[in-house]
């Protein structure tokens, strides 16, 4: 058959996983914005300052020549740095030489662990409200993502429908904590029921806990890997777009048993080569120099700002659901005119210049459509502008 024919009977085309739809509604909705000059809640961008001493370590990489492709798994001295950190706040001791995969941000790593670890048609259960990404990833290796409700108005975790979600073909448990978007930090009681399911029906564990340090109130984040018996089937994925405002560095780690490691850092090769050179090199610097208090004081700051934007979509008539962490809040869509999230969103951007997205990005199609996610990572400036727009929304 020749070229032509073969154009003809129509063998050019996208693949079965290829999506329909390319531009995510996140995305979509940052164009939007851009469009018409609002303020972007939108996008979780977290554009608040980088630290100085990052900034500083990255910049001083690129002019020493450090420019070129790290071992696959990064740089030694972050690899120490991280597991360093991770001894101090989670309480697990780590090999940073078979345990710890710096990888091309927390997305590259779950993209790497997931062709590591899982075949065509394995199930992987995803707590809804779920962010995009993991779904969307599992799907792109042709695994399954089978969505678990958590319960409003509070989030709550059933164990009986984790039970019930569960088939011959579920292979793993995908657990954000705390949970974008809606700000939901896992309980201690909730981890070890999780922990019973995952070790009774022979689990792996994937963790995206990008949002460790954004906690508020009495909320205490937890590792499912801290959990007595989850050590070896857990994989735990982290890194610094959140904590050191670098989303566009594309920086991430994850840590995992050395059975698995060595196939997930194969896979994270293959796609990615290794994380950015210098900028492994800031983050470095900054793991090691940063103390206890800037995490402290990163936590502090984004809960002043979550009550700037709580106050503000309460007075706007749009009912928060108040985050226990992450820096994310969903919020009904009060009087907002549309059918969909989608329409809401799009008419509350006309009428304020403040961008949301869509609830309907987060959930199963059907669900979400009377939710917006807010982001509140933003300079106190643009978020109070964003925040004084919506209570000139508020109802008459």
């Known amino acids: 058959m020749g070229h032509a024919e073969a154009i003809a009977t129509g063998r050019l085309g996208l693949s079965e996983l290829a999506p329909r739809v390319v531009q995510s509604e996140i995305r979509a909705m940052t164009v939007e914005c851009d469009r018409v000059g609002g303020v ?34 990064g740089i030694a001295r972050l690899r120490n740095a991280i597991a360093a950190k991770v001894e101090r706040t989670l309480g697990i001791s780590v090999d940073p030489d078979r345990e710890v995969l710096v990888t091309s941000g927390t997305t590259g790593g779950f993209h790497a662990v997931a062709m590591a ?18 779904a969307n990833t599992l ?17 709550a975790l059933s164990l009986d429908a984790v ?40 689990l792996f564990v994937f963790t995206d806990e990008i949002y460790e340090h954004f906690i508020y109130g009495g909320a205490k984040h937890i ?22 405002s670098v989303t566009g560095w594309r920086v991430g780690y994850l840590l995992a048993d050395s059975k698995w490691l060595g196939s997930i850092g194969y896979f994270h090769d293959l796609l990615y080569v290794c994380a950015p050179a210098p900028f492994q090199h800031g983050c470095a610097d900054g793991v090691e120099q940063l103390g206890p208090e800037f995490y402290a004081n990163l936590a502090h700051d984004h809960e002043a700002k979550r009550t700037m934007i709580v106050d503000a979509l309460r007075i706007a008539g749009m009912t928060p659901h108040v985050p226990d962490g992450a820096y994310y809040v969903l919020a009904s ?30 959930f199963r199609p059907g669900k979400g459509e009377d939710l917006l996610r807010f982001c509140f990572a933003k300079k106190d400036a643009d978020l109070a502008e964003a925040c004084r727009r919506l209570k000139a929304f508020a109802p008459k």
Request: negative net charge; charged residues 20%; proline residues 7%.
């Open 40 to 73: 972007n809640l939108a996008q979780g961008v977290c554009d608040t300052e980088v630290p100085a001493v990052v900034a500083e370590g990255a910049i001083k990489a690129i002019h020493d020549g450090l420019n070129i492709y790290t071992r696959l798994d």
């Open 117 to 134: 670890l899982l075949n065509p048609g394995d199930e992987a259960l995803v707590f809804e409200p779920f962010y995009g990404y993991h």
């Open 139 to 155: 799907r792109s290796v042709r695994a399954i993502p089978v969505p678990v409700a958590l319960q409003e108005p509070d989030w």
């Open 163 to 202: 039970r019930a979600a569960i088939t011959p073909r579920t292979r793993a448990m995908v657990i954000n904590t705390p949970v974008n978007p809606c700000g939901k930090v896992f309980t201690r009681a909730e981890l070890e029921g999780l922990a019973e399911i995952a070790q009774e029906f022979d």
């Open 223 to 244: 590792s499912p890997a801290t959990i007595p018996g989850m050590r070896e089937r857990t994989i735990v994925m982290s890194g610094f777009s959140k904590t050191f």
């Open 333 to 362: 869509t009060g009087d907002l005119p549309g059918n969909t999230a989608a329409e809401k969103a799009r008419a509350l951007l006309a009428k304020t210049g403040v961008a949301a997205v869509a609830g309907s990005a987060f």
